[in-house]
């Protein structure tokens, strides 16, 4: 099926640890974003990314670092994992800038321990 | 600062009967939103949106009304579905900036 593939789907991190959230998409789309979803929040924009070699910092990008060398894949980078990054991601792709037409991956469920 | 609030958490219905979700928001320069809906262990989905230009927008069994003095929007679905059970959220931009999303509601249509 055609979308929006994330992995992992579940990962245990220790605190001070590093990992990269792969994201992939396979609709050509320009627009991605990672949020994140704190328990009985919303979605929060970290980074997001207008096409292949743009990227901006959306609402927390603070511990976080993007990379979109191309137009598929937009890696999410967890340098130095914090407590505080436990949380559900996710990763959508957009034919257009409101999301009226965004895919959503199922998420990566994170806990930092 | 919560800019876009969705004030119950939850809400059970009825089958057949009306869902009424509420979101209200503070920043007057939002000029367009959206709903989506979540399903466990999914992402959201797009399901509806509205300009600040209308204060109605319908699409099948989904309406939404916007009420741009009270800083308010409402999506009904009529009539709702055992299926219709998930979480909403509502999401706002202004110029066709970031989207703002609220908290969530956790719909439950009881057959």
């Not at chain 2, 876009?4 to 928001?25: A, F, H, M, T, W």
């Not at chain 2, 009904?76 to 066709?96: L, M, N, R």
């Amino acid at each position: 099926n055609a979308g929006v593939t994330q992995t992992p789907k579940f990962r245990i991190l220790k605190i001070g640890q590093s990992m990269t959230l792969q994201c992939t998409q396979d609709m050509n789309h320009n627009y991605m974003y990672w949020y994140r979803q704190d328990p009985g929040m919303g979605l929060k924009l970290i980074y997001y990314s207008v096409g292949a070699g743009i990227t901006d910092k959306g609402e927390v990008p603070n511990g976080y670092n993007v990379s979109r060398s191309t137009t598929e894949d937009f890696p999410l980078r967890l340098e130095l994992a914090a407590p505080s990054q436990t949380s559900v991601y996710f990763c959508a792709s957009s034919a257009n800038r409101g999301l009226t037409e965004a895919f959503f991956g199922q998420g990566t469920r994170l806990t930092v321990v | 600062d919560q800019q876009v609030k969705q004030n119950s958490p939850s809400l059970s219905v009825q089958e057949g009967r009306i869902s009424i979700l509420n979101c209200d928001y503070t920043n007057s320069m939002f000029d367009y939103f959206l709903w989506f809906k979540k399903y466990p262990a999914e992402g959201p989905t797009f399901l509806i949106s509205i300009s600040s230009i209308k204060d109605k927008n319908e699409d099948g069994r989904f309406t939404v009304f916007l009420n741009k003095s009270a800083k308010h929007l409402s999506l009904h679905i009529v009539p709702s579905q055992p299926g219709d059970s998930a979480v909403y959220f509502c999401a706002a931009s202004a110029q066709g900036g970031k989207l703002i999303f609220g908290q969530g509601t956790e719909l439950s249509v009881k057959p």
